[in-house]
């Protein structure tokens, strides 16, 4: 884990490097300073020198301090900076893998474990970077420099520091791996609890439905209650390592002054010498103490850092191409499907087997087939969400994973079932489909899709806030958004996921209109659930198991009563309690 850990700090480690020079150089300050100091003492209580004779001495101390705290600064200004950029490019990374690892991956996830990874994961990484990383060389080097400059002023307090020096280091390292586990635990609790609260938020309708709130502040509170205690565990743990490591610190302190005053009175060694090695043994053991103190953020630095590796090391589904074709393809498009396979990963079954089919250019097709036959994992294809396992997927003879997927996404356009919007104006989400558009554009788009007349009755018109999720718009509204986006996009591929099926009959119409609009001179791809969308297509594809079964026009099929098209059109129709006019006839 450090190893890895230190590789991502490679753009750094100038600054760290800067960090760790300004610390030994502050260590030679404090040595001149403690070595005027002494010779100032001994001048002044013993020699009995006045003001003037040590004038001089006074002003270099002086200077020296201020050096000392200069280094002292720019020591903290330079790990500090480094932390602060290895947190933000990590983070960045870490988001833009997120982002081409894609939806499947954070389907399989809890989003507000990912969140607490981005946020709270970053920040020990941070510390872990600024505070452990260079007292770490600190530890190692700076009493080594210190048991060399000390050596020639007193050999046994030296013997005397490298037998009781390595203690501390042992003793931290033995406390420290008892609560490594804890700490993993405590990181574990943490992100189930941003988990938690992030669900228990986006549901908050549900469990006020079904008067589940008290409930689910019980959980909370459990998980809060555990979160303390897992953290008031490892915090035990720093505080008992922390005060042996002062206890031991200090008894070896004494340990070598008592040796040195009985020496001084034995005449053994000169007074500015006893007094200056005395002065210096504090600095030698504060290292190896400030080492203990961030030992245990080096720890959450490096469980952080773990699950940040993990998420990273993910591979993304979809495999880019090394170069991008040309000529792309050129509207209009079709799309042929040759013998696709796609299988999810962990999955001994395939979800789609053999599939072919064409999509004309500006044809409109129906893909009709019961929960779990393969119409998500189609649309997912065609979306380059997942990578097929056999097969290929041609545009306009083009195959498919020749083209980076972002590239792709630009000729699609999705229209689905439940729309996300995000947090901000109407015109900043319309915005999303084309972020270059001008406001004549967006209003223009908006008109198509029947959603001006009542953006217009909104309190600031394009500009209101639709809330998280847009909450404060209706099913309506939402979808009439999300077709104004595909008309806004202006792309060759349209697919669509019934977007009408939850919908009360006015705005259903309004909505029906506007796709008929969006439909025009594109290659149109609609997942049906009701009769009357897939009778306005010029084909339907019925799925079954992964496995297409049948292809042709909706008509044709409605009049083989032993065709699948017509059993599963019949048994929807008649869960829905009516088989309207001509179908009814047909079937």
């Not at 939806?103 to 990484?125: I, Q, W």
């Not at 003879?397 to 020749?402: A, K, Q, V, Y």
């Amino acid at each position: 884990m450090e190893k890895q850990i230190l590789r991502e700090c490679r753009a750094v480690r100038w600054p760290l490097a800067l960090s760790v020079l300004a610390g030994l150089l502050a260590l030679l300050a404090t040595v001149g300073q403690m070595a005027l100091l002494s010779w100032i003492v001994a001048q002044v209580f013993l020699g009995r020198a006045g003001l003037r004779q040590v004038a001089a001495a006074l002003v270099a101390l002086l200077v020296t301090i201020c050096l000392r705290a200069g280094l002292v600064w720019l020591r903290e200004f330079w790990a500090r900076r480094a932390g602060s950029r290895v947190k933000s490019e990590m983070r960045q990374r870490l988001f833009a893998h997120l982002l081409r690892l894609g939806p499947l991956f954070v389907r399989d996830e809890r989003s507000g474990e990912l969140v607490a990874t981005l946020n709270e994961g970053c920040e020990r990484l941070e510390t872990y970077v600024a505070r452990y990383l260079p007292q770490t060389v600190w530890s190692l080097v700076i009493p080594l420099l210190l048991l060399a400059i000390m050596w020639p002023l007193d050999h046994l307090s030296v013997l005397l520091l490298l037998i009781t020096g390595p203690v501390i280091p042992i003793l931290m390292i033995a406390v420290g791996s008892y609560s490594q586990k804890h700490i993993q635990r405590q990181w574990t609790t943490l992100a189930r609890l941003s988990a938690h609260f992030l669900d228990t938020i986006q549901g908050l309708v549900t469990l006020h439905l079904f008067g589940r709130s008290g409930a689910q502040e019980a959980r909370v509170a459990r998980l809060s209650e555990e979160y303390r205690r897992r953290t008031l565990k490892v915090l035990r743990y720093a505080f008992l390592s922390g005060a042996v490591l002062e206890f031991m610190t200090m008894l070896a302190i004494g340990l070598i002054a008592v040796f040195l005053g009985v020496r001084l009175i034995n005449r053994e060694i000169p007074f500015v010498q006893a007094f200056l090695v005395l002065l210096l043994v504090p600095e030698f053991y504060r290292p190896l103490r400030e080492l203990g103190t961030h030992y245990h953020a080096g720890m959450e630095g490096r469980v952080a850092a773990k699950r940040i590796f993990e998420i990273l090391a993910t591979e993304p589904a979809v495999n880019e191409p090394a170069t991008t074709p040309s000529p792309l393809p050129v509207a209009p498009l079709t799309i042929t499907c040759e013998h696709v396979t796609c299988r999810y990963a962990g999955s001994e079954r395939p979800a789609l087997q053999n599939l072919t089919f064409t999509l004309p250019a500006g044809s409109c097709t129906a893909l009709v087939g019961r929960s779990g036959a393969g119409k998500s994992t189609l649309v997912n294809l065609l979306l380059r969400f997942i990578e097929i396992e056999s097969g290929a997927i041609l545009v306009n003879g083009l195959p498919l994973d020749r083209l980076p997927a972002d590239l792709w996404r630009e000729y699609v356009a999705l229209v689905p079932q439940r729309p996300y919007l995000f947090s901000g104006s109407i015109r900043d989400n319309l915005r999303l489909a084309r972020p270059e558009a001008s406001d004549d554009e967006i209003e223009s788009a908006a008109e198509l899709a029947g959603a001006a007349s009542f953006i217009r009755e909104l309190p600031r018109g394009y500009d209101t806030e639709v809330g998280e999720q847009g909450l404060r718009l209706s099913a309506g509204q939402l979808q009439r958004l999300a077709v104004a986006r595909a008309f806004l996009k202006q792309a060759p591929l349209l697919i669509l996921d019934e977007p009408t099926s939850s919908l009360d009959p006015e705005s259903e119409t309004l909505l029906r209109e506007a796709l008929t609009r969006l439909r025009r001179e594109r290659t149109v791809l609609v997942i049906a659930h009701r009769i009357n969308t897939v009778a306005a297509a010029d084909q339907v594809l019925v799925l079954d198991g992964g496995r297409l079964v049948e292809v042709g026009e909706p008509a044709a099929l409605l009049e083989q009563p032993t065709s699948a098209y017509a059993q599963l059109m019949t048994a929807r129709m008649r869960g829905a309690g009516a088989l309207p006019g001509k179908e009814a006839e047909a079937l």
